[in-house]
């Protein structure tokens, strides 16, 4: 059965991606993990098997060479899901996180057939620097909307007057998802099971087709065998 291997940075990626594939790809079934992780996504389909695997984080990103071959010849698809990151981090941005990756995996590419070229996608929406919470606020539903354009921003506006420190975008989709679902969130597992209840995203926003799409276009590929 051939496989379709994203490597993302961390389990909150991996189960992002989970969450879309449960809305967006039905005839994927979870089975489990893959073999040798033990926070990533294990999915399949009648025809295809899909690995979610974290290797945490980009500076990480050598150890998981060995992902990229295909020790079964069954046909292995690599693709890499990652945050830009913003451009004042290391490496950060969309120019300088896709130059950096792409020379991280330039020699994978001898461990797969020649033709399986590793797909890049960068967090928020392949386009603007940012990271996976970035894209979580684009898909908050309109009636939580408030809770971010009008209770977070007079948060933040509280905090600058007295002299707090501005939350990073982290912490912001956690009180989110804290603010909907009350505070079982903040229990062993919960803001994972949050990124999980279809209520708290809009799956059908246009701010996920970029990443559906690629994702799609690597399914694709594998069936197509090209």
């Not at 509280?158 to 998802?177: A, V």
């Not at 919960?190 to 559906?212: E, H, R, T």
Request: aromatic share 10%.
């Amino acid at each position: 059965m051939k496989t379709v291997r994203f490597l993302v940075e961390g389990k909150k990626d991996a189960c992002f991606i989970r969450a879309l594939f449960a809305v967006r790809f039905p005839e994927f079934t979870e089975f489990g993990v893959p073999e040798g992780s033990v926070d990533g996504v294990l999915l399949r389909s009648e025809v295809m098997c899909v690995e979610v695997i974290p290797v945490g984080g980009y500076t990480k990103l050598d150890r998981a060479k060995s992902s990229a071959e295909d020790k079964n010849g069954d046909g292995l698809y690599v693709a890499l899901i990652f945050d830009a990151d913003e451009t004042g981090v290391e490496k950060g941005g969309v120019a300088d996180r896709t130059k950096f990756l792409k020379e991280a995996i330039s020699t994978w590419r001898l461990l797969a057939p020649p033709k399986n070229a590793i797909d890049i996608f960068l967090f928020p929406d392949n386009n603007r620097d940012g990271e996976l919470e970035n894209l979580l606020e684009d898909i908050v539903p309109q009636k939580y909307a408030p809770l971010i354009a009008e209770c977070w921003r007079r948060y933040e506006a509280c905090l600058e007057i007295h002299g707090g420190q501005k939350p990073s975008q982290k912490s912001k989709m956690n009180d989110y998802e804290a603010a909907v679902l009350g505070p079982s969130v903040w229990d062993h597992g919960g803001i994972m099971k949050g990124l999980l209840d279809p209520n708290l995203w809009d799956w059908n926003s246009p701010k996920v087709a970029p990443l559906f799409d690629f994702i799609s276009r690597q399914l694709s590929v594998a069936e197509e065998g090209t």
